[in-house]
Each structure stands twice: as C-alpha cells, then as structure tokens.
C-alpha cells in the first residue's frame, strides 16, 4: 500500500475532547464535571490531528442518546434516572436518531448547525469524518423529537400482544408489569415518574433483527441530514484494514455490510 493510500484513523470521544475541568467529581453532573464541545475542534486543533498523519476522524458520541440532563425546555423528553447509565448516559443507548447530542453543542436549539459546521471543518483539514452507532442498541425509551414526516419511532408499530414478531422491533412481555430490584424512581420528577409508569404497561426488550428487518428500518437510521455520508460505521480486519459497512436507505440499497466498501467518500 502506498503511503498517501493508508489509512489512518484518529478516534475521540467527543465529549471529552476540549473538557479543561482538571476535578472531575465521580457520578458529577454536566454543571459539576463540564463537558467538551464540537466548537473545541477549532481550525487548528483539527490541523494538528492531521499533522499526526490522520486521514479519517472518528468522532465517538455524537448521535443523541439517553442522559440524566434535563433538556426538556429545548423540546427534549427527559429519560428516567433509573434506565440510564451514570449521569452522562452511554453514547451508544442512542435515543434519538436524527438528532445531535446537546451536551456537545455550545447552543443547544443550533446543535445540528454546529455538527455540520464540525463536518466542514474537519474536511477543510483535510480530514474525512467517521461516526458510529449500533443499529440494534437503542435506549430504554427511544424516541425521536426530529424525525421527518412519515418515519415511525421504533416500536410504533409493533403489535405488543406478540412476545415476538419478526415485523416487531421489541421483544415483548404481554400482560407482565414490570418490576425491578432497584429502585425504580431514584428521585425522579413527577413528570420522569410518569414516562416510567408508561413502560409498566408493555415491557419491551430490543432485540438483533434478521436482515430484511434491518434493510427496512437502516432507511431511518441515515442521520443528521448529510446525506452524501451515508456509509458510516467502520468494522476492522486482522491486517489493520478498515472497512464501511454499507446501510441502507431511501433507494433501497441493501444494508447488509459491504466487504467491498472501503473507507472513502466521507
């Protein structure tokens, strides 16, 4: 392989990127512990990770996903503190699809603005940009604030009488409330509290769909509106090797992965 061909990929985990705060406190919330933002990826932080030889930037957490933030004055449903990993939540309980995690954005309401900005300036560095996001890993109460018309949240549709369908996107309990050994409040507000009493009337676990299902519902997983960016998610051989994996979308294309696609294009 030639030496302009090879592919090098510098991975960051976004939030934590440009975060100066030197006294993180354990299980501290955004207020106490900060974060980093997608505007710390200024002109010359991006040209100095292309100095280091980097051809691609993955940038890790982007995608909205489950937290114990309350955003709810920026038109964003609250998650129950009780389905949520720590206070910042997993960058991969994805929550909403189509949208940009707000922690990162330094305007909340411009959030999608400062991503594509990101996007630009990163490829005026020269860089090309890579995200990533688990198809099938979704959080606990999945639900898109920013969807387009006519694109159904998953599990809108499910027939919930059916512990299983293949045309389901949840595993389903019927007729089983739910119940844990933790406690199921953990000081939520009243309006959290109800979200969570709603789950109790369908009990619902994600699970691995088989390919038709997969092909059908990637179409809505093609984010944030840059659709030239359309192969995202990266799987990597033995020898070093990086691959896209293709996903489908409003054409029809398959979503299962690609061999033959390689890291370009982004």
Known sequence: MKTQEKIIIYQVFTRLFGN???????????????????????????????????????????????????????????????????????????KDYYDVDPDLATSIPDRMKEFENLVKRSHKAGLKVIIDFVPNHVARQYGSDTKPAGVADLGEQDDVNLAFSPNNNFYYIPGTKLEGNIDLHRGAADSEVELWRGLHERTKHPFRPHSRHLEQNARHIVILGIKRHRRIPVRYGRNGSCRILGMGHSTGQSAIPQPDIHCRGL
């Open 20 to 94: 100066g705060n030197p006294r993180c406190k354990t299980n501290g919330s955004l207020d106490e512990n900060g974060c980093g933002k997608m505007a710390d990826f200024t002109a010359k932080a991006l040209g100095e990770i292309k100095r280091l030889g980097a051809t691609h930037i993955w940038y890790t957490g982007i995608i909205e996903h489950a937290t114990q933030t309350n955003y709810s004055r920026y038109g964003i449903r609250p998650d129950h503190p009780a389905v949520v990993k720590g206070k910042a939540g997993s960058p991969y309980a994805i």
